[in-house]
């Protein structure tokens, strides 16, 4: 992946205040980040996974969940897709 780095400051007080470790504090700005962008529509479910670093559209999905942010998959979105799996499952 390419990557851009960022440097942010923060209050050292906001570790122990929200009871970070500061070797977590990366993956859980990747984590927010990726969230926040999702539920603006800014990302794919995809693009949301490679950003969290999590490795799975499915384990993103958790992530989500996690955040109270769900899926808009509609009826006719799980109909069409049953019947693209039904045709790769044809012998």
């Known amino acids: 992946m390419d990557s851009v780095q960022v440097t942010v400051q923060l209050p050292r007080s906001l570790l122990a205040a929200a009871g970070i470790r500061e070797q977590d504090l990366a993956a859980l700005l990747r984590e927010a980040i990726a969230v926040e962008l999702y539920r603006a529509s800014k990302l794919s479910l995809g693009k949301a996974a490679e950003v969290a670093g999590v490795a799975t559209k499915w384990d993103m999905l ?30």
């Open 62 to 91: 958790r992530v989500l969940a996690r955040h109270d942010v769900y899926v808009d998959y509609t009826a006719d979105e799980a109909i069409a897709d049953a019947d693209t799996v039904q045709q790769f499952l044809k012998p």
